[in-house]
Nanobody, 129 residues
Framework: QVKLVESGGGVAQSGGSLRLSCQAS????????MGWFRQAPGKEREFVGA????????YYADSVKGRFTLSRDNTKDMVFLQMNSLSPEDTAVYYC??????????????????????WGQGTQVIVSS
């Protein structure tokens, strides 16, 4: 498994922006597609977005499309989630995840029988109205 450590969470005002980072280590980063997921209080963890190993393809949940952008830097073993036009509904713990298959990240739900290969510990995002 690859080790993942998220950072960049915090408090933002509605309409504001935050940028989350995820540092990977332990395995060749290029072997993995990367994803971001989030879990709001009292809700199931849900898919936010995913990016393939090269960064050439990205996928987003409808709820964040047009507001959030994934990118990755394979020279630094990092993936990023730029979040713009934040709303209180974006308040959640955000998790970075890695898996060799981008489809596995895209299709994962909390009821999936198998999860991504690796999860980070999560970073809290709070959006105030």
């Amino acid at each position: 498994q690859v080790k993942l450590v998220e950072s960049g969470g915090g408090v933002a005002q509605s309409g504001g922006s935050l940028r989350l980072s995820c540092q990977a280590s332990g395995r060749p980063f290029r072997n993995y597609a990367m994803g971001w997921f989030r879990q709001a209080p009292g809700k199931e963890r849900e898919f936010v977005g995913a990016i393939n190993w090269s960064g050439s393809s990205t996928y987003y949940a409808d709820s964040v499309k047009g507001r959030f952008t994934l990118s990755r830097d394979n020279t630094k073993d990092m993936v990023f989630l730029q979040m713009n036009s934040l709303s209180p509904e974006d308040t959640a713990v955000y998790y970075c995840a890695a898996d060799p298959l981008v489809s596995k990240l895209r299709l994962w739900t909390s009821s999936s029988s198998a999860g991504p290969d690796s999860w980070g510990q999560g970073t809290q995002v709070i959006v105030s109205s």
